[in-house]
């Protein structure tokens, strides 16, 4: 099973190692199937594949896309509105990438639930996953704000126990009012549910 896999596009040919994924390169044109692909870093400019583009292909659709792109796109762009997840300097080091990259590191997910199965049992908790599952598909399909924020801190706090990082941080983000937040959360919510059936 692969759990750390990262996908780099309109990079070059010499991928960065980046410390604790795996890494391959691939232009726009012949990009897999990526239902194996745990988080995507686009090169932003020169015709570089849009992130609607990348989740219209098979096993994309929550895939969480990171902008790789000068400091001043950055600070410049409403890149969320684009829609990345989020974004890192192009010019970064690879250790500072890989901290860009650490929320969606499913590994580290994997590792805190086995943790957690090792202290409070299997039984407890593939349960509390199966509860955690219905919540995260209720919250990706609701449409009214309001109920929205008040399910969103209750998500943030369970997926804080339960090691999904980037979930955690999202809905909270957006149950403090942050609602341009609710693409990317929604997002996280479908990750949290793959990562959830690999494990499985």
Known sequence: MKTHCLLLVG??????AVPGWQVGVRCPASLPALDEIDVALVAVGG???SPSALRARP???????IALAPVDWIEREDWRALGYDGAVAADASPAAMADALADWHRAGTLATLDRLESSFGAAEI???LGRFGVMLAAVRAERDPTALAGMA???????GTLGFAA???LWLRFSEGESGLA???RRAAAYAITTIARRG
């Open 59 to 65: 096993g994309a659709s929550c895939l969480p896309i």
């Open 167 to 169: 979930l955690g941080r």
């Open 11 to 16: 990079t070059g040919s010499d991928p960065p």
């Open 126 to 128: 593939e349960s509390l």
């Open 153 to 159: 801190h209750r998500v943030a706090g369970i997926a």
């Open 183 to 185: 693409g990317s959360a």
């Open 47 to 49: 015709g570089t594949v």
